[in-house]
Every structure is written in structure tokens, then in C-alpha cells.
């Protein structure tokens, strides 16, 4: 038996922490790696089922499926968009100017009356007896200076053949002047009484719809009364307040000195239902600045009454139209590093970004001032899956998404200052 000590073979050794923590990552890498083999298989496998999918990324060669519109020439109009309120040119409080019972209202609710209708009447019974009292003692002192007048001129007589002092004569004539200023005193207390008297029939002021009563019949009213009886409002012809940036101050001036009458639209809160057409009428004096605006009031004939105190509605301000222009639609419309621009569809069906610079824009179409021509073809959906150069399969174009969103849930445009910096914004590009 050989006692000689075993030489140990690198199978036979004992493996060490460090053996057993290679072998371990070894085994993890050739698990990924399957793993991976596997994924790149099946991606394979299942990528051909999506080429073929209908509509997809690239069929048809590769060629991307877009809609496009033809420029058109045609007219647009520059407007100025703002968010006005109707405001009647005329709100009367009625009150009584004297106090007393309110024996009937000759009014209905919400009747529209006519400058110098009858409303309401005071009881008149204490001012009948004032104005009879003031009239009775007119009367008295009227005679008693007819008779200082008589005594007067034949003091006078007198005088002249010096039968009497010229004294008595003075302190006739001063008797006579004295009951002349009471007379005087008397006649105005006569038509103080009569005024009263016609206060006690109130009649309206001005021509308009009345609102609800404020009194009761039967309740005493007073001057000092702070909601009077009723609250006239006139509503044809009515006006709306609108506010406009500052900066377009110079154009609506320019257009106004001509003597061009400017076309003011209004239209709900919505933006889509049109309510009446006026004109602009005047515009303030100065400019708020804490906003930079300016206040304009327009005029509006509201024969149908559709405007209404106090109701707050879209304003369009026809400044000018553009005739002769290149109109897009506003979906063409695409903004990026090289500024604003278009895909403009060539005859290969190949697209290229056109630059262009934008106009005024009405509604979901835009002007083109330069760019392009009447006939070119732009993208106007699927334009964020192009690139310069792409090539492209014209269909049909997919109703807007405003327009089928407007039946179920209506959204505001922009308005006001926002509607018009935006306006700016694209002027200036």
C-alpha cells in the first residue's frame, strides 16, 4: 500500500467561496442570455403580423397616411375678439319726490312702457288741501294790496293839495311795496302746492321695461326711500362694453378717422350662437393702467330684446377685410424650430415644411401672407408623424374633434386679451 500523500486534481479540490460565486454569475449571464435569444425570436416572429396590420405605420411601402386641404383665395376678415357686457343706455330708479300713502300702481311687471306712462300715484287729498290753503290766502292778500294801492293814490291827491303830511303818503307807499312782496310769497307757495300736487301722479321717466315692484300699494312712501318703486331699464336700443389691448388702439383709430362705421358682433358665452349685430359707437378717453386696455361701447338696435342688462357675450369687431387672400385652414398650421410653418404636399406625394407667415385668422381658417398659393395642398391631419421629405398617402379627413365635441360639451374660445394676444402671436410670425 502506497503511503505517499495524494496529489489533489483541480476536480478533486475543495471549491472556494470565490469558485462558488464565479460559477453563479457565470450560470445568471447564460440565463440572460437565453432570455434574450428568446425575445429577439419572438419579436421576430410576431413583427410581420404588424407591417400587415391595416392602416398601419408603414404600409402601403412605407408611405404615411395623411389628409390635406387645398389653399384656396378668398376674403378674411380682421377681427377684433374681447369679452364685452350688454349695458342699457338708460337705468332709472323711480321714487316718489314727496312723501305719502301709495294708493295704486298702474303697472304690470316686466311691461315695457313709454316716456310719460302713468306708475304709481300718492295719496293727493293733503296736497289738494295745501294748494287750497296756499290759493285762499293769495286771494286775501291780493285784496288787501288793492286797497293799500287805492288809499296810496289818494294820499298822492292829498299831498299835492297839502291837505295831508307827505309822511302818511311814505308809509303808504311802503305798505304797498310790503303787501306786493306777500302777494309774491303767495304765489309761490301756490305753485309749490301745485308741483306736490302733480308728484302725487308719478309717471316714467324714461321709455323702457319695468322691473319687479319694489312697494306695495298702501305702504307710505318717503323720498328717502333707498329702492323707490320700480326700477326702469331701457332696452332698445341697448349697448355692450367691451375691453381691446391697448396696442390695437391704433388701428381701430385709423379706421374710425376715415369714417368707416366698424361692425360689432356679438355672440353668447359660447362663442358659437350669434346674438345681434350693431356698430361701434364711441370708445373712453383713456387707458386703464393697471390692464393696458381700453373700454369701447357698440350699439345695438336688440328689436328682438335677445341682448339683456348685465349679460356677459363674445364680441367680434370687424376692423377691416382682407380680399385677395390665401386661406388654409388652421389645422395646416405647425410650429417648430424653424418657426411657423406647413407640409406642403408635392406632386411625387412626398411632403416638404414650408415656411410660411400667417395673416388673420377667423374661425378654423388663417391667412397666408407668404409661403404659399392658391392650389398648393397642405397636411392638415397627421402632421406629427412627418418629417421633411416623407412620403405620404392622401385620405379622407377625420371630422374635427372640436366640431363633434361642441354637440356634447361646449368649451369657450379664447377671449379678450388672450383671443387678441394670440391674434398678435401669429400676426407677427
Request: charged share 20%.
Given at each position: ?59 402601403m411601402n412605407g408611405a404615411m397616411p395623411v389628409a390635406a386641404a387645398t ?359
Amino acid at each position: 500500500m502506497d503511503d505517499r500523500p495524494r496529489e489533489l486534481t483541480p476536480a478533486s479540490r475543495p471549491a472556494t467561496p470565490q469558485t462558488r460565486m464565479r460559477r453563479g454569475w457565470g450560470r445568471i449571464i447564460w440565463i440572460a442570455v437565453g432570455l434574450l435569444a428568446i425575445a429577439i425570436i419572438a419579436w421576430i416572429v410576431l413583427r410581420p403580423h404588424h407591417q400587415a396590420s391595416p392602416g398601419g405605420r408603414f404600409a402601403m411601402n412605407g408611405a404615411m397616411p395623411v389628409a390635406a386641404a387645398t389653399a384656396v383665395k378668398g376674403d378674411m376678415p380682421v377681427q377684433l375678439n374681447a369679452l364685452g357686457t350688454v349695458t342699457p343706455l338708460a337705468t332709472v330708479t323711480v321714487r316718489t319726490q314727496i312723501s305719502g300713502q301709495l294708493m295704486r300702481l298702474g303697472f304690470t311687471e316686466g311691461q315695457e312702457v313709454a316716456k310719460g306712462d302713468f306708475l304709481a300715484e300718492i295719496d293727493p287729498r293733503p296736497y289738494q288741501a295745501a294748494l287750497d290753503s296756499a290759493q285762499g290766502q293769495l286771494v286775501r292778500d291780493q285784496a288787501q294790496l288793492e286797497n293799500a294801492k287805492r288809499d296810496l293814490a289818494r294820499y298822492t291827491r292829498l299831498v299835492a293839495e297839502r291837505s295831508i303830511a307827505e309822511q302818511q303818503r311814505d308809509t303808504q307807499e311802503a305798505l304797498v311795496k310790503q303787501l306786493t312782496g306777500t302777494v309774491g310769497i303767495d304765489q309761490a307757495q301756490v305753485e309749490t302746492a301745485k308741483l306736490n300736487l302733480a308728484y302725487c301722479h308719478i309717471v316714467a321717466p324714461v321709455a323702457g321695461r319695468v322691473g319687479l315692484r319694489q312697494v306695495d300699494p298702501g305702504n307710505y312712501v318717503q323720498v328717502s326711500d333707498p329702492n323707490g318703486i320700480v326700477v326702469i331699464t331701457e332696452l332698445k336700443p341697448i349697448s355692450v362694453i367691451f375691453t381691446l389691448p391697448e396696442d390695437d388702439l391704433p388701428s381701430v383709430l385709423k379706421r374710425t378717422a376715415a369714417g368707416a362705421k366698424l361692425q360689432v358682433t356679438a355672440f353668447d358665452r359660447s362663442g358659437r350662437t350669434k346674438l345681434a349685430t350693431g356698430a361701434l359707437e364711441t370708445l373712453d378717453n383713456q387707458i386703464d393702467p393697471t390692464t393696458g386696455s381700453l373700454k369701447y361701447r357698440a350699439i345695438f338696435a336688440n328689436a328682438d330684446e335677445i341682448l339683456f342688462p348685465n349679460q356677459f357675450v363674445n364680441v367680434q369687431l370687424l376692423l377691416d377685410t382682407m380680399t385677395g387672400a390665401t386661406v388654409i385652414p388652421s389645422a395646416a398650421v405647425e410650429r417648430g424650430s424653424p418657426g411657423t410653418f406647413v407640409y406642403l404636399v408635392k406632386p411625387d406625394n412626398t411632403v416638404s415644411a414650408q415656411k410660411v407667415t400667417l395673416g388673420p385668422s377667423s374661425g378654423e381658417k388663417v391667412a397666408v401672407t407668404a409661403g404659399l398659393q392658391p392650389g398648393d395642398k397642405v397636411v392638415v391631419d397627421g402632421a406629427d408623424k412627418l418629417s421633411d421629405g416623407a412620403k405620404v398617402r392622401l385620405v379622407a379627413a377625420k371630422p374635427p374633434a372640436k366640431a363633434a365635441a361642441a354637440a356634447s360639451t361646449p368649451t369657450d374660445p379664447p377671449q379678450g386679451a388672450a383671443a387678441n394676444e394670440q391674434r398678435h402671436q401669429q400676426s407677427s410670425q
